[in-house]
């Protein structure tokens, strides 16, 4: 109850600095509350793809969800309507407008560098109200795509590889945005997902210029892979690492919580948030999803509760980033 409350004061806490916007907010925002910039998107290529949403002038078009999934429109199709959700629904999410535009021009100004380290198998698409909503609050966002997108893990064994792989782009891109977007690199902050919070830890321990890490159902608060993980070599015990916190759930077996490990670590600030009504899978865009769409909703074991709660993590994430981004 107190961690529902504080979620609700949290939310009240995030006005819409624009009140014009508040009304033209998507559906699929799940009632959340755009902040008073305008939101470009861009694809920016190294040796791996970056995806960034920013603070931008108004221009063009607002991107469709379709957009966002590209080339693999298809098969993500495929993919809902094997799991029971109707043709319908499934072209309407994929139609469903949000609030960035393509290229759009950036904003001049000093914004901070949000990364967001996706999990397994996981791109943009995955974050897109995420990057969007953090973007319209005054900051530049950055992902790069899973590496297992490129390679499949096979084994437990290989999560200290594609953990440094995933580390290893997401310090790539930090250059590569800087090159393009208009970006304040000395205050970085790391919002991970899954498999992806080991990446950012690890990214973490090697960059002294991380203000935050925010894990959502993180692999690294369970008890799965963390010898593992250990054995990578960029992981440092003995680093003081910034304020942490983990948000998690408790309904999946999978990702049965085990906060041994990160009590372990030499944060400045360890906050848990533990929830009540999310699946995994619910931090990611499909929570967003099943708050629009019934049949979304019951695939995924989503109720009202899980709407609030999708919501309000969101919103916790902004409080506790914008809480630590002053220069």
């Excluded at 407008?97 to 995955?126: M, W, Y």
């Excluded at 369970?222 to 910034?242: K, M, N, Q, Y």
């Excluded at 049949?295 to 916790?316: K, L």
Aim: aromatic share 8%.
């Amino acid at each position: 109850m107190q961690t529902l409350l504080l979620a609700l004061l949290i939310l009240i806490a995030v006005p819409a600095d624009r009140p014009e916007r508040q009304a033209s907010a998507p559906r699929l925002w799940n009632g959340l509350l755009p902040g008073r910039f305008d939101v470009g998107f861009r694809h920016l290529n190294s040796r791996t793809q970056v995806d960034v949403w920013y603070p931008s002038d108004d221009s063009g078009a607002r991107l469709l969800y379709r957009d966002y999934v590209g080339a693999d429109t298809a098969s993500f199709a495929t993919f809902l309507t094997g799991t029971g959700i109707s043709k319908e629904t499934v072209d309407s999410l994929l139609n469903s407008p949000l609030i960035a535009t393509t290229g759009g021009p950036p904003r001049t100004g000093s914004f901070p560098l949000v990364l967001l380290s996706h999990g397994n198998r996981q791109s943009a698409a995955d974050q897109a109200v995420l990057g969007e909503f953090l973007a319209s609050h005054g900051f530049v966002v950055a992902s790069t795509p899973s590496p297992m997108l490129r390679t499949p893990m096979e084994r437990q064994s290989q999560i200290a590889q594609f953990a440094e792989e995933q580390a290893e782009d997401l310090v790539t891109a930090v250059s590569v945005v800087a090159s393009a977007i208009p970006v304040d690199t000395s205050r970085l902050f790391l919002v991970s997902h899954s498999f992806g919070a080991r990446s950012a830890l690890l990214m973490a321990m090697r960059n002294p210029r991380v203000r935050a890490l925010v894990s959502l159902d993180g692999g690294i608060g369970t008890a799965t892979g963390i010898e593992e993980l250990r054995a990578a070599p960029s992981f440092r015990a003995d680093v003081r690492l910034p304020p942490i916190l983990h948000v998690y759930e408790e309904l999946d077996e999978f990702m049965k919580p085990d906060l041994a490990f990160l009590r372990s670590l030499r944060a400045d600030t360890l906050v848990l948030e533990r929830l009540q009504a999310m699946h995994h899978v619910h931090f990611t865009t499909y929570g967003f999803a099943a708050a629009a769409f019934p049949e979304i909703a019951q695939v995924t074991g989503a109720t009202t509760a899980t709407s609030f709660e999708v919501r309000n993590t969101v919103a916790r994430v902004l409080d506790f980033i914008q809480s630590r981004s002053k220069p």
